[in-house]
């Protein structure tokens, strides 16, 4: 199966016909534990937090997408992240992109730190400050890209490679481009986490997460701290992954599309002041991001004049849902100023560049001509009410 493109991957793969019954769908394993045959030699399954079928189905299925040799799935993405930090101990210093999700930044600033695991934040889009930020106990370099909400990009491979030189570990939140649109490990990345409720599954009904490594030794590690730390992937949950993922390329190619010529309206209306997508060619990222990922991806932030222009523009609005999230058959408008970085400080936002006029979209299946209408429509009402 390896020589076929991730496209076909996705629908072929080893767990695609049942071994047992050729059903065309992974059974769900509702089981915890498992019958032991043998009063010595235990079998392949014993106690479902260590391994069960279903959740084995997804966990080998990433591996393939990513092209690693081991997947671990998890009861969230938060879940992924911090049971892969959990590998570094007292005295271990972190270097985590600025623009890192907000789970992530609240578990490095608020858990690790009472653990004696040290961070220090860095704009890694800035490869000179990245050199200046390595300690002797550097031991992670941890990466996300395109940011949130920003869609900075940062170059994959120069990052992973200064890791290296500096004797430190590479990882990955691969979660806004899944591995349809980049592939870390072929960059040099050692770890690659999603959160699996958003592209993956695709379709707002659940929550999980994904690590995927390419060799035995972090294998080992990962598989320990998931067995041990505990929050794995329930079966049925693991299924609707599964499930979600049969038509993530073609969803991605969908929205994908419609972002792209969403992303080129807001460009050059009057009312939008700033449009940040690493796929328009305008953008100070787009080559960087042409390099490493097929292309920029299903979400674009946009910036509006200012905080009443754009309250006025959300309550127009009919097609996408207002909402935490992204990555979803619906189109998902969020806020980030108060919810994805509600508890950042006014100041430090302002600084950051997530203004009270700045909106982030993740586009959904709709008709791309219809959302640019209900875009239209909802401009065409804030320039009459609020400018
Ligand atoms: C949502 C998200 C997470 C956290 O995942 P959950 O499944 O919500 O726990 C981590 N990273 C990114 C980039 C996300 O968007």
């Not at 693991?238 to 994908?256: E, P, Y």
């Not at 006014?346 to 791309?368: H, P």
Request: hydrophobic share 40%.
């Amino acid at each position: 199966m390896s020589n076929y493109s991730t496209q076909t991957k996705l629908i072929h793969n080893t767990y695609s016909v049942d071994e047992t019954t050729n059903a065309v769908s992974v059974p769900i394993q509702q089981a915890s534990t498992f019958h032991q045959n043998d009063f010595t030699k235990f079998g392949r399954y014993d106690y479902a937090r260590s391994g069960n079928p279903t959740r084995e189905a997804l966990e080998s299925t990433i591996a393939q997408l990513e092209g690693g040799s081991h997947g671990y799935a998890f009861a969230s993405g938060m879940a992924a992240v911090s049971t892969t930090l959990m590998m570094f101990s007292k005295g271990d210093h972190l270097i985590v992109s600025e623009d890192v999700y907000g789970g992530t930044y609240r578990f490095v600033t608020e858990v690790l730190s009472r653990y004696g695991i040290e961070h220090t934040f860095v704009d890694l889009t800035k490869l000179d400050q990245l050199k200046k930020s390595f300690q002797p106990n550097t031991k992670a370099v941890y990466i996300e890209t395109p940011s949130n909400p920003l869609l900075k990009v940062t170059d994959v491979s120069s990052v992973s490679e200064l890791a290296h030189e500096h004797h430190a570990l590479s990882i990955i939140d691969n979660t806004f481009l899944t591995p349809v649109l980049q592939q870390p490990l072929s960059l040099g990345v050692d770890i690659v986490i999603h959160s699996a409720t958003k592209f993956l599954a695709g379709h707002s009904d659940v929550v999980a997460g994904l690590v995927v490594v390419n060799n035995e030794t972090l294998a080992d590690r990962i598989g320990f701290l998931q067995n041990s730390c505990g929050a794995i992937l329930a079966p049925h949950d693991s299924w609707l992954v599964m499930r979600g993922m049969k038509t993530l390329h073609a969803r991605l190619r969908q929205s994908v599309e419609s972002t792209e010529t969403i992303a080129a309206y807001l460009n050059q209306h009057p009312l939008i002041k700033n449009v940040y997508y690493p796929g328009l060619p305008s953008n100070p990222y787009y080559d960087v991001q042409k390099k490493q990922a097929v292309n920029g991806g299903a979400v674009v932030s946009f910036e509006l004049v200012n905080g009443e222009a754009t309250e006025a523009f959300v309550q127009h609005l009919q097609l996408p849902v207002f909402a935490v999230s992204l990555g979803a058959v619906e189109s998902i408008l969020s806020y980030p100023r108060t919810m994805s970085h509600g508890s950042m400080p006014d100041q430090e936002c302002d600084a950051r560049g997530i203004t009270k006029g700045l909106l982030r979209l993740s586009v959904g299946l709709e008709s791309c001509d219809e959302l640019i209408a209900d875009f239209e429509q909802a401009l065409a009402s804030t320039t009459l009410s609020h400018v």
